[in-house]
């Protein structure tokens, strides 16, 4: 969480970003076990972000291994500076739909935390997405707001 905070404080005027890796105590219980950054290569813009894929898909790999293979990809978060509304834009939307048909990815319900706010005062937003299939032709995306604690 704190590494999280710095970059967001250190790249405040562009959004930035990264992943988070961990395991399903529960049905409804995620526990964050690494947060990984957007990489030496991200691309930051003062309405976008695009991760270092390749760097981060070795990092992930190298967290995954290190954790005995139990710690798995949970999901993204990224910045909204000076945003107050943590709602999902159709960007986001659009991210979590693709995450979830990604079968390299194996996550069907990732979570995406929003930071938004200034400086030294960010507010987190976290949003655990999955799809619903009721026509054959039609994804819809759901994405219900979820509750976020940091230990330690």
């Not at 405040?12 to 399903?24: A, P, Q």
């Amino acid at each position: 969480m704190h590494e999280m905070h710095l970059d967001a404080d250190k790249w405040y005027d562009d959004e930035t970003g990264g992943t988070f890796m961990g395991y399903w105590a529960d049905s409804d219980v995620a526990v964050v076990t690494a947060s990984i950054p957007g990489g030496p290569h991200a691309q930051r813009a003062r309405y976008s972000f695009l991760p270092d894929q390749d760097w981060q898909q070795t990092e992930i790999g190298r967290h995954y291994v290190q954790s005995a293979r139990l710690d798995t990809y949970l999901g993204d978060w990224h910045t909204h500076p000076n945003a107050v509304c943590g709602s999902l834009s159709c960007k986001d939307r659009a991210c979590l739909k693709k995450i979830i048909n990604t079968p390299s990815a194996r996550n069907v319900t990732p979570i995406m935390i929003l930071m938004c706010g200034d400086r030294q005062s960010w507010n987190l937003h976290a949003w655990v997405a999955r799809l619903r299939r009721p026509f054959i032709f039609y994804d819809q995306l759901i994405a219900d707001e979820a509750v976020v604690q940091f230990y330690g």
